[in-house]
């Protein structure tokens, strides 16, 4: 997506002069270039980037994993990681992060240009599912019949309010269990 807006937090000037060049060249906007977490969480406030481009390792009281879970629970922006010699216990924290990529340290256009790209794309497919989703489920909350969804198992997986008020449970209370559980039908014979 050329034209996004890129914010980069990278702690080397001399990696991330190359970087901007090389973002720059690919037609993306800077936002800005910062050097620590919380430096990066006070310019996706300002600027709202489309995308983080961030390294893991930085120098200060956040690292780069915990700047990135700030950013994504508190703007919903895309971070791909910047990785170089990461150690393993950081690498675990990384990747329960859930970032949007990798790109390995040094920096190769190619694979760099790919991971954004993605990274964007894959951003903007799960803000039109959480769309839709949301849009469904007021549909289904709004409907004057009872609506339980299980799931191929028969797990509950959602409850409208009518079916709750039917059956006597809370959604979050009968969320994952066997339908029998939750709703049962007694047939008498005629």
Request: proline residues 3%.
């Amino acid at each position: 997506m050329a034209g996004a807006n890129i914010l980069l937090v990278e702690g080397e000037s001399d990696v991330a002069a190359y970087i901007v060049e090389l973002l720059g060249a690919l037609g993306y906007s800077i936002s800005a270039v910062v050097v620590s977490g919380e430096q990066a969480i006070q310019a996706v406030e300002e600027t709202r980037p489309d995308l983080v481009l961030l390294d893991i390792l930085l120098e200060g009281s956040m690292d780069g994993v915990e700047a990135s879970e700030h950013i994504r629970r508190r703007f919903n922006i895309p971070v791909v990681y910047l990785i170089d010699n990461a150690n393993a216990d950081l690498l675990r924290r990384a990747e329960i992060a859930e970032p949007f990529g990798y790109v390995l340290k040094p920096v190769e256009e190619r694979r760099l240009h790919l991971n954004i790209e993605i990274a964007l794309y894959r951003h903007g497919m799960e803000r039109k599912f959480k769309a839709r989703e949301q849009w469904l489920s007021t549909i289904l909350r709004s409907i004057v019949d009872a609506v339980i969804v299980t799931n191929r198992h028969g797990l509950i997986t959602f409850m409208n309010p009518v079916a709750e008020v039917l059956t006597g449970w809370q959604q979050q209370d009968a969320s994952g269990k066997r339908i029998g559980m939750v709703f049962n039908v007694d047939c008498e014979e005629w």
